[in-house]
């Protein structure tokens, strides 16, 4: 018996291929993602007058460096991977002084920022913007080992403010 239907096949082929476009869509954050933009902003705080050089990368993007005057910030806009695992790091450097932070971990920022991750960088580590209070209290120790003592973020919630 002969097929009756023999647009059936490329109907089905088309409809895989739809399929296949569609989770890579997905998968790269293109359209029709349910994850929303965030919109990252890094502030000099460091309150010494001093610039501070920031250089940001994730495994696919690097940014470049910005030197930032006191104040001043740098911004950037992406949208989180399909599988949550969308990471941004950054190396801080001024005078002296050299750090780094993970300044998007999505495990970490997806409950604590949405889509609004703002980061005032001081001296002893950088303090996200709290969307519920307005204020820049969710603060954090730097990456490296210098910092990373409980003592060293003692008042530093009030940054910021």
């Known amino acids: 018996m002969k097929n009756m239907f023999p647009w059936s096949r490329y109907l089905l082929s088309f409809m895989l291929l739809l399929l296949l476009v569609s989770l890579v869509g ?43 005057a006191p104040d001043q910030y740098f911004e950037f806009r992406f949208r989180p991977n399909f599988w949550g695992t969308t990471l941004y790091f950054c190396r801080f450097w001024w005078g002296n002084e050299s750090h780094w932070f993970d300044i998007y971990d999505e495990n970490r920022d997806t409950t604590q920022c949405d889509s609004k991750c703002w980061w005032m960088v001081g001296p002893v580590g950088p303090c996200l913007l709290d969307r519920h209070f307005g204020i820049y209290d969710l603060c954090q ?20 403010k």
């Open 26 to 68: 997905l998968c790269d954050g293109g359209a029709g993602i349910i994850q929303k933009k965030v919109d990252l902003r890094i502030t000099n705080d460091l309150g010494t007058g001093e610039n501070i050089n920031v250089h940001c990368k994730s495994r696919d993007d690097d940014l470049g460096a910005h030197l930032l």
């Open 141 to 160: 120790n730097w990456n490296d080992e210098k910092y990373n003592h409980a003592k060293y973020l003692e008042g530093s919630e009030n940054r910021g």
